[in-house]
């Protein structure tokens, strides 16, 4: 996955990608009070540190969760 971030050559140019990091930025991004993101390789190596505390990991899905179901809520 760390191969996802090389920003060798150049962007696609079409329609967005719906990739696995993408849609995880995304729902990173709808939660509150977080700086939390996945836009590089630093980024993934913070998540997979959160991901190896059973605790944090558990409560950050659920930020998740809420969050997403609030944004489903809203449409």
């Known amino acids: ?3 996802y971030f090389v920003t ?3 962007k696609f140019k079409g329609r ?3 990739t696995l990091p993408v849609v995880l930025n995304r729902d990173l991004s709808r939660i509150i ?9 630093h980024d993934l190596e913070h998540l997979r540190s959160i991901a190896q505390q059973r605790d944090e990991w558990t409560k950050l899905t ?4 809420e969050a997403a179901e609030a944004s489903q809520s809203e449409h």
């Open 62 to 65: 659920a930020r998740i969760r």
């Open 33 to 41: 009070n977080s700086n939390l993101q996945l836009k590089s390789s």
């Open 8 to 10: 060798e050559g150049s």
């Open 16 to 18: 967005p990608l719906t």
């Open 1 to 3: 996955m760390s191969e």
